[in-house]
């Protein structure tokens, strides 16, 4: 009857969330990754069980005292003590940053679940986290915007499109909705995809994950609101109204 007890405690024990742990499901699936504790409001998970769960063929590595995920398009680094992962090359920073507690690497979620193709969300009544690898809403949008003005450029200068975008969200001077910037039709329309039609083509894969990295935080535009290939258009008016801000390949970023 003990060894019962016992094999039933245990049972319930690897089916309940770790204490201390947020509810963590992925497609509706609850996920069980030990503990998920908040720092600075943000949920943090252990880097070698969320990856595994999201990127099953991801390899995950601990080389010269940082945690490495590599998989098909992706390389991930995570330095314990640092405030930012390294994501393709690229900073994410980190509110937080990177920690290292009882031998396992925690890093926030939202930063890591956009770099290994999930969207985040929260129950704010039980601190639920609900990760989703669909595309729809403000990624879908989002994704085709940045691959029709930037396909070709790396993947910062993708997330910096992203960040015009979700800077004029913010912003009281355009819509507040990415679709509303988007298909914002003054002055005859404020992205050249839209009016030839390339908005509506399907996203390259890094696109997708800029679009994921910019909606986690990630910046490489600052405040800019507006960008142009100066070698491809005629239309200066950018260049002689607005603060330059930065070039990241072919496009110019302005505030």
């Known amino acids: 009857m003990k060894r019962q007890l016992a094999a039933l405690t245990l049972g319930m024990l690897l089916l309940s969330p770790a204490a201390g742990a947020a509810e963590l499901t992925l497609d509706g699936t609850l996920l069980h990754v030990g503990k998920t504790p908040l720092y600075n409001d943000t949920t943090y998970v252990p880097l070698r069980a969320v990856t595994q769960a999201l990127r099953p063929d991801a390899q995950v590595d601990w080389t010269d005292g940082q945690a490495v995920i590599t998989a098909d398009g992706l390389t991930l680094t995570a330095r314990p003590g640092q405030n930012y992962l390294t994501c393709n090359g690229l900073k994410v920073n980190l509110c937080s940053g990177v920690r290292l507690e009882d031998d396992r690497t925690l890093v926030p979620i939202r930063p890591l679940a956009a770099a290994l193709g999930a969207s985040t969300d929260w129950e704010a009544a039980t601190g639920a986290v609900r990760l989703s690898t669909g595309i729809s809403g403000d990624l879908y949008w989002l994704s085709r915007i940045i691959s029709a003005e930037s396909q070709g450029e790396p993947l910062a ?70 960008f142009l290939a100066p070698a491809l258009t005629s239309n200066h008016w950018t260049m002689n109204n607005r603060s330059y801000v930065t070039t990241i390949g072919a496009h110019w970023f302005y505030e």
């Open 157 to 226: 200068g993708k997330i910096a499109v992203g960040n015009v975008v979700l800077n004029r969200v913010k912003s009281a001077d355009f819509p507040n909705s990415i679709y509303g910037v988007i298909f914002d039709d003054r002055w005859g329309g404020q992205f050249e995809p839209v009016r030839n039609g390339t908005i509506y083509h399907d996203p390259t894969e890094e696109s997708v994950l800029a679009a994921r990295l910019c909606l986690a935080g990630a910046n490489t535009a600052g405040n800019s609101f507006y």
